[in-house]
């Protein structure tokens, strides 16, 4: 519990910093978002400066900064500029986007770590010359290629999955961009487990345990696998973040009516409110994420809790 404290004390600078950046780099951009509403219409100037005035615009960044923390301390992560809040905005695209990186992140856990054992078992064999070519040509082919080939040929070609939208509910819908969102991730996951793997095959500790008898699969179980899932737990850790955030792409290929899509949609209305609560979001599941990686240390490796003690 106290180690948890200190990671959270060392979590808040980071999270204020963070979205301070954000903040900044968002409305500091050339464009007024105010004419941005009206299009080609001309605007009177009574009325920007009245719109200006109610969403503080004429403010000093660090003001605005300051009453936007605020408001998230009270659950509030602002309005839009046609008076829609935020929160309401995402409430139901966030569910999308959250159920497509839990699908994405277990395909990685479980496929990428099955393959990484398979491969570091099998070292120089087959097996681990077949993943590593397999993990090198899905890091290579960029996620929009694989989205849309995947799309045609799984799921027009086969009809194996449904090509777009959400209409059969999870699993159905998710399963298709899911892979597709987690196959980049999955590639990583699966050498990460490969070279650890090999490298704790090595280890003192694994000749000893053999040596007193152990049965093979407790060996690699219990010992070295074990050991050889801190780095690949890190990773995890913080690609979920990376999947919530990153899941522009796939939702488009596939028309999944996520915080993504709304993200770009944003972006290009000059909706500064909305990607600013997004982004804040994406922060704090970064910083969750990661307090649990430290947490799960301990449990992987006995020695670093026995330091922390």
């Known amino acids: 519990m106290r180690y948890a404290l200190q990671r959270l004390a060392q979590a808040v600078p980071v999270f204020f910093a963070t979205t301070f950046v954000i903040y900044a780099m968002v409305f500091v951009l050339p464009g007024d978002p105010i004419l941005a509403l009206a299009g080609d219409k001309p605007v009177p100037a009574q009325v920007l400066d009245v719109m200006r005035e109610h969403y503080h615009l004429n403010d000093p960044l660090l003001v605005q900064y300051g009453r936007y923390m605020l408001g998230v301390f009270r659950g509030d992560l602002g309005e839009t500029f046609t008076g829609q809040p935020v929160s309401e905005l995402l409430q139901d695209r966030w569910g999308v986007t959250a159920q497509l990186a839990l699908t994405a992140w277990v395909f990685e856990l479980a496929v990428g770590i099955g393959l990484g054992v398979l ?87 694994v000749r000893t345990a053999t040596a007193k008898g152990l049965a093979r699969r407790r060996v690699i179980g219990v010992h070295a696998l074990r050991n050889s899932l801190i780095p690949v737990v890190t990773f995890l850790g913080i690609d979920f973040g990376n999947l919530m955030a990153g899941a522009v792409v796939t939702e488009g290929i596939f028309n999944l009516p996520g915080i993504g899509q709304q993200v770009f949609q944003s972006i290009q209305l000059q909706e500064g409110p909305v990607v600013v609560g997004v982004t804040t979001l994406l922060v704090m599941i970064f910083i969750l994420a990661n307090l649990a990686v430290d947490l799960l240390y301990g449990v992987l490796d006995p020695r670093i809790r026995r330091a922390r003690a």
């Open 119 to 205: 491969a570091g078992l099998r070292r120089g064999g087959v097996a681990d010359t077949a993943v590593l070519a397999g993990t090198t040509f899905v890091i290579a082919v960029p996620v929009f290629v694989f989205g849309y080939t995947a799309q045609i040929l799984l799921g027009l070609n086969l009809g194996l999955f449904p090509t777009a939208g959400t209409d059969e509910g999870w699993p159905g819908s998710y399963l298709l961009p899911g892979m597709v969102l987690g196959s980049f991730g999955l590639a990583y996951v699966a050498r990460l487990t490969r070279t650890a793997l090999v490298e704790n095959l090595r280890a003192d500790y």
